[in-house]
């Protein structure tokens, strides 16, 4: 592992600023801390959403969209972001894109109505979608060598362990103060980031080009149809005329998309990054994995606090023992790449995070924290420690400089978009599921122990359909991404 003395910073200086080199634990902190921002931004919220729900009395289709409208703006508008990083200069976009998450934080801790906070969460999404591939493409261009490693190692160390993170921090946010502080504590970080990275992270060069505003717009509203269409089969079922609808214009925006994408001279998805074979498997198995693994969280903080009875706190550290055990596996991480390469590290991770969903799925109205959800969340932690770091140094080890921006941008593309997806479908699972166990009991007024039967019924059919993405993730890992010990 390197040590600062020999961690070089590598960035290309700006016109008229200090030859001065930045410290790279600085440039480092200041890349990260957006990141951990960004990165735990829905798991805050989810562990908040009884009591958003109570305070602003929201729907429970209307508690959803906080959710989503977070995710698909970032996802959509990711690819975008990107594109802009390459072309204005990534810190003047990272910092943009720092300041707009953080103003929209202050709005959604100031709402006092559903909309308003749904419009909050898609503002937000939009500043991550600014700043968050141009903070992975300046980990790229600041450091190479085992510096890269290293900086990569406690990146991914953060986006893998930001989930866990945030239900901890949303759990002691909301139990001692208010739901509206999961939006608030962003707000002082965000400041201190905006001001700090003109003075850590030089600018990189201004490279010229044209935004594709219409492969942005027809991405992000068929992703927003298609995760419409889902949600709406879950609660109203597959025949429904909006459910149909909306998935045929799903189909049809994502088609345009990728027929603008061809013929576009400079287009914000470069489908040459899916030529190279590794660096396509990385990206799929990014969009599986996160598919099955966000719906894990929504799911398990509702077993908890509705079925095993724990508050927002407790519900929050029983995630606890997943972030040590993710860290944990993060730090062997670039032990283990020069020794067995990319390929069985990725592997190893995707069969344990295959292995953690599926014992899920055998959750029950009987289960218990200690038998039925701390091993699978090690299992969990364990995988996900082990494949995020290897997954970005595939799709960033063979990118020439000037689409770093565009790769990382499609990296958490996949992330998001496969979160927020897989989340849609995994709620559409769960609400087939439960009717068909509500419709299996006596009509009438249900005991507390029917309906916690029935929710449970439903959560064990979400976790199986999240063992299924993960085993595609694995089929990926096996079968697509190649040897490689470098």
């Not at 898609?122 to 261009?141: F, H, K, M, R, V």
């Not at 290293?150 to 893998?160: D, N, P």
């Not at 508050?311 to 596996?329: D, I, R, S, Y």
Request: glycine share 12%; proline share 5%; aromatic share 8%.
């Amino acid at each position: 592992m390197s040590t600062p003395s020999t961690a070089r910073a590598r960035v290309a200086p700006a016109p008229g600023n200090s030859p001065r080199v930045p410290h790279p634990n600085l440039v480092l902190a200041v890349i990260v801390g957006c990141q951990l921002m960004i990165g735990l931004d829905t798991a805050i919220v989810t562990i908040a959403l009884p009591d958003v729900q109570r305070g602003l009395h929201v729907s429970p289709g209307g508690l959803a969209w906080i959710q989503n409208a977070y995710m698909l703006t970032f996802g959509g508008l990711l690819l975008l972001g990107g594109r802009a990083g390459d072309i204005l200069g990534r810190r003047r976009v990272f910092v943009t894109g720092v300041v707009v998450f953080t103003l929209a934080s202050l709005l959604g801790g100031l709402a006092t109505a559903g909309g308003w906070l749904v419009a909050a969460r898609a503002l937000q999404g939009l500043g991550a979608a600014i700043a968050g591939p141009s903070a992975l493409a300046l980990i790229a261009i600041s450091f190479e060598g085992p510096a890269r490693v290293r900086a990569l190692s406690i990146f991914s160390a953060v986006v893998g362990a930001g989930g866990a993170i945030g239900m901890l921090a949303g759990g002691v946010l909301t139990d001692w103060a208010s739901w509206r502080w999961v939006f608030f504590v962003n707000v002082p970080l965000g400041v201190v980031l905006a001001l700090a990275a003109p003075r850590c992270i030089r600018e990189t060069e201004r490279r010229p080009g044209r935004f594709d505003l219409a492969g942005a717009l027809t991405s992000t509203t068929g992703m927003l149809a298609l995760v419409y269409g889902f949600i709406r089969a879950g609660s109203d079922g597959w025949r429904d005329a909006r459910t149909l609808i909306s998935f045929a214009l799903a189909a049809v925006l994502l088609g345009l998309f990728m027929v603008i994408e061809r013929r576009a001279r400079q287009p914000i998805m470069p489908l040459h990054l899916f030529a190279d074979r590794d660096r396509a498997g990385a990206f799929a198995n990014m969009l599986l994995l996160c598919a099955g693994m966000f719906g894990m969280f929504y799911f398990l903080t509702q077993f908890l606090q509705d079925v095993l009875g724990f508050g927002p706190l407790q519900a929050g550290a029983a995630f606890l023992p997943m972030v040590l055990m993710q860290f944990a596996c993060v730090r062997t991480v670039p032990r283990l790449l020069p020794r067995f390469g990319s390929k069985p590290v990725v592997v190893t991770g995707a069969a344990l995070v295959t292995a953690g969903l599926a014992w899920l799925s055998l959750i029950s109205d009987g289960s218990g924290y200690a038998t039925s959800v701390l091993g699978p969340m090690l299992l969990m932690g364990m995988g996900g420690g082990l494949s995020i770091m290897p997954l970005n140094l595939i799709i960033l080890s063979s990118v020439p400089p000037q689409e770093s921006g565009a790769a990382s941008g499609l990296a958490q593309t996949m992330i998001w978009a496969g979160g927020g997806l897989g989340s849609a479908v995994l709620v559409t699972v769960f609400g087939t599921a439960s009717r068909h166990a509500a419709g299996r009991l006596p009509a009438g007024i249900r005991s507390t122990a029917q309906q916690h039967h029935v929710l449970t019924q439903g959560m064990a059919s979400a976790f199986t359909a999240s063992a299924v993405f993960a085993v595609c993730a694995l089929a990926v890992s096996l079968f697509v991404i190649r040897p490689n010990r470098a």
